[in-house]
């Protein structure tokens, strides 16, 4: 059973940071793209950032570019986000999620796994 379990979300000032993790197992990932969306409290999911098989490509929200940086490691089976300078906007939570192919993508329809989220909390 294909399972994704983020983790690293919290309750932070603005300014600061985070790292974000997830997990997955079940099976091996290496050969799909993986991303990362969020959620705020009565918004839709969005995109957050992505990142290719082979970690050589990333794709980020203009909401994020230039304070994120996703990555992963394939023999670990992990995605990482590391999220800094964050505002009170980025309160959501974030979602994993692995892609039905190998290159990143902001669609969502294109990701067929998710996990169960992590609550990030940015005060002001």
């Known amino acids: 059973q294909v399972q994704l379990v983020e983790s690293g979300g919290g309750l932070v000032q603005a300014g600061g940071s985070l790292r974000l993790s997830c997990a997955a197992s079940?099976?091996?990932?290496?050969?799909?793209?993986m991303g990362w969306f969020r959620q705020a409290p009565g918004k839709e999911r969005e995109f957050v950032a992505a990142?290719?098989?082979?970690?050589?490509?990333?794709y980020y929200a203009d909401s994020v570019k230039g304070r994120s940086t996703i990555s992963r490691d394939n023999a670990k089976n992990t995605v990482y986000l590391q999220m800094n300078n964050l505002k009170p906007e980025d309160t959501a939570v974030y979602y994993c999620a692995t892609s039905r192919v190998p290159y990143g993508s902001a669609r969502q329809r294109e990701y067929d796994y998710w996990g169960q989220g992590t609550q990030v909390t940015v005060s002001s």
């Open positions: 079940g099976r091996t990932f290496s050969n799909n793209a």
């Open positions: 990142i290719n098989w082979s970690g050589t490509s990333t």
